[in-house]
């Protein structure tokens, strides 16, 4: 393993925060001939390799392993959010919850920006 300074070992605490948002328990693994992997145990003992999912390269440098596994968790994080059968899985009732809370949010807001513009100074 290579020296790091300090400035790489806090941009890898940056990226090692935001990949253990999506896998909790996530770590650094050596592979073999000094490439590097991120993995996670799951619950049922299996474990994820968070470079595979993407079909990214194993790199040989400690923080470019964590910055591809930070790469690999926003393009996973955006492509959940962004496709177009996201909501299949929902339930009817679960939409219409969603639905009417998100009237009753701006509902809020329209009394408050009336409410606002009666007050004279």
Do not use: C
């Not at 996670?40 to 079909?55: G, I, Y």
């Amino acid at each position: 393993m290579q020296k790091l300074t300090a400035q790489d070992k806090k941009t890898i605490e940056k990226y090692k925060k935001r990949v253990q948002k999506r896998y909790p328990g996530a770590f650094l693994t050596s592979i073999s001939n000094g490439y590097y992997s991120i993995i996670t145990e799951n619950d049922d003992l299996t474990v994820t390799d968070v470079l595979s999912e993407l079909l990214v390269p194993y790199p040989n440098d400690v923080l470019k392993a964590w910055e591809l596994a930070a790469m690999s968790v926003k393009i996973t994080q955006n492509l959940d959010r962004t496709h177009p059968l996201r909501l299949e899985g929902m339930k009817m009732e679960d939409k219409i919850a969603r639905i009417e809370a998100r009237k009753a949010k701006k509902d809020v807001e329209k009394e408050l920006k009336k409410s606002n513009s009666d007050i004279y100074f």
